[in-house]
């Protein structure tokens, strides 16, 4: 399901967290959720995404807005990357990319002329009432984290 369009309902998931317990979208509903989905921890631009969102977290709570990145790495790789950088956010693992493929992320990349399935840097706005508000794909990492905060102060 890749053409997905504000306006339509975020795809359900539940996934294990660095923490090891699972997070569902439906037990978020509710609150706004910044739902990202990035290629693989403590890599540089996967850490400076995270680290930009961590520095404006305070700002999303205020908001009402809960931030949840999403790789395909393990949980017990991401309970390091948030230690390591002392992240704020709730890292999900999606072993299996079943959620990268609901929400259109899983592509095939090509580096250096090497074709390859991976994670494209995406981000999804969800609504408190589980709809997908705004949508960003083949974000880049400088000003995105702002952005997205900005999309939120205007739900």
Known sequence: MSDLTPGDPA??????S????????EALRGKAVVLYFYPKDDTPGCTKQAMAFTE???EFEAEGATIIG???????K????VDKHG?????LSDADADVCERYGVWKE?????????GIERSTFLIGADGTLR?????VKVPGHAEAVLDAVRAL
């Open 18 to 25: 660095q923490t090891g317990e699972d997070v569902s979208l």
């Open 70 to 76: 999403v790789s395909k790495d393990t949980a017990a």
């Open 78 to 81: 991401h309970a390091k990357f």
């Open 134 to 138: 705004e949508i960003w794909r083949k």
């Open 87 to 91: 992240l704020k956010l709730t890292l």
């Open 11 to 16: 795809p359900d998931f539940s996934l294990p």
């Open 56 to 58: 404006n977290f305070a």
């Open 109 to 117: 990349k090509n580096m250096y002329g090497r074709k390859y399935m």
